[in-house]
């Protein structure tokens, strides 16, 4: 058993709040990393958190797929606290593979939340004969919900997160080319890996009964809605696809499949007084894998206002669906359907337009948007491909030279 074990290689994952999945990019990718894991001689450690009323010792580790699961409690610490859920998770990881001599371990680490404190465990993971990979996420150092203060914060973080990795994994070309060139002066190695989507069509009918309950709640039907499925964030621009649907002459409904804040709706509400236009429809969170497919596959089209991160699961996602599919034109979006979508900028009675144009597609041209969109998905991020990618890059760690290891066209 120890042999068996010392000659595995040993993948302990960072960053994400924990699997099997709900909503949430890392969360989804390392639910799918260890769902289509193929290489028997990887084993996967993942962080998983938890509110600190609800941790049970007895059940605080737990294995999913072939993976090990840990779960670590929030501290009360506000905004902070996924700072210390992240080096409460890689303190324990390294003290683990201390204690069990683990050869050539693998710390990835999603997103750059724990730079001040990165080189110390950086030196701890050398002297294992470890390496330390690095996901940078998106520009998180821009996002509309952080202060001045804490954004300084990620970017202070982020720099020094790059300075640090032995890999940097770029979940998107234009993040790959943001970190080589602002980050010249580290020389940094790296390289992309999207994630994933699920290619294979929802295993439900048009007549399932959690469907058209659902369908019922919300007033709507087959083919008669527009929809939206993200975080209940500001730079995923919900003002602007509100305000831009309720211009348009849209017969069609506008349903949001989001988390909702309360504050951020309020505030959405002031600005666009979407509660006097009834096309607009607040749906609520569907945790239903299949379920939400389904709504995916049956919606005239899908709007994407996602402008801060890198790939974007959600946009994929709706790509698979083979739909019409509506996004913001930014670099990440672009990079991701290319041809495969139509795109609208911030700009006033823009996307009004595109609504109303899109209205009046036929069915050939709608099927011809989304079969572009779904080759895209099949050829470039299926979650089988994109698992294949990582477990390449994984067994890098024993003792090779990264960068050879990395250097494949994708």
Same mark, same amino acid.
């Given at each position: 058993m120890e042999k068996k074990r010392r000659n595995r290689q040993h993948v302990f994952i960072i960053g994400c709040k924990g699997i099997p999945a709900q909503y949430g990019g890392f969360e989804t990718f390392a639910d799918k990393l260890t769902e289509y894991q193929r290489a028997a001689d990887i084993q996967y450690h993942i962080a998983c958190a938890c509110e600190p009323r609800e941790y049970d010792r007895s059940r605080a580790?737990?294995?999913?797929?072939? =993976?090990?699961?840990? $779960?670590? &409690?929030? /501290?009360k610490l506000g905004a902070a606290r996924a700072v210390a859920y992240d080096i409460d998770a890689l303190r324990y990881f390294i003290q683990y593979a201390e204690k069990n001599r683990i050869p050539h371990p693998v710390f990835y680490i999603l997103a750059c939340r724990i730079g001040p404190f990165i080189g110390y465990f950086k030196k701890r993971i050398d002297e294992l004969g470890g390496q330390l990979f690095v996901?940078?996420?998106? %520009? @998180?150092?821009?996002? =509309?919900?952080?202060? &001045?203060? $804490?954004?300084?914060?990620?970017?202070?973080s982020e720099r020094l997160m790059v300075k640090h990795a032995g890999l940097l994994v770029c979940d998107s070309l234009c993040i790959e080319k943001y970190i080589q060139t602002e980050y =010249? /002066? !580290? /020389?940094?190695?790296t390289v992309y890996i999207a994630y994933g989507a699920e290619t294979a069509p929802s295993v439900l009918s048009d007549r399932d009964e959690a469907l058209t309950k659902w369908y019922q709640a919300n007033g709507i039907e087959k083919? @008669?809605?527009y929809l939206v499925v993200g975080r209940f964030v500001p730079e995923n621009n919900y003002e602007t696809m509100i305000r831009e649907f309720m211009k348009s002459g849209s017969k069609k409904a506008f349903v949001l499949i989001t988390d909702v804040n309360g504050e951020f709706l309020e505030k959405l509400r002031q600005r666009t007084r979407f509660d006097t236009d009834s096309r607009i429809r607040f749906a609520g969170t569907v945790y239903d894998r299949e379920l939400l497919k389904k709504i995916r596959e049956n919606a005239y089209g899908y709007f994407h206002? %996602?402008? $801060?991160?890198?790939?974007?699961?959600?946009?994929l996602e709706a790509m698979a669906a083979a739909g019409l599919n509506l996004l913001l034109d930014v670099g990440f979006n672009r990079e991701a359907a290319q041809d495969g979508a139509f795109y609208w900028t911030k700009k006033e009675g823009n996307l009004a337009s595109l609504i109303e144009e899109a209205d009046v597609l036929d069915e050939e041209e709608r099927k011809e948007m989304g079969r572009k969109a779904r @080759?895209?998905?099949?050829?470039? !991020?299926?979650? @089988?491909?994109?698992?294949? /990618?990582?477990e390449g890059i994984f067994h890098c760690g024993r003792g090779q030279e990264t960068g050879s290891c990395c250097s494949d066209e994708v």
């Open positions: 580790r737990y294995r999913y797929h072939k =993976a090990k699961c840990y $779960v670590f &409690p929030w /501290r996901n940078p996420d998106g %520009h @998180e150092f821009l996002r =509309a919900k952080w202060s &001045p203060p $804490v954004q300084k914060y990620w970017k202070f =010249a /002066r !580290y /020389r940094p190695k083919n @008669e809605y206002g %996602h402008e $801060v991160g890198g790939t974007n699961p959600s946009l @080759e895209r998905i099949q050829k470039h !991020y299926s979650w @089988e491909y994109i698992a294949d /990618r990582y």
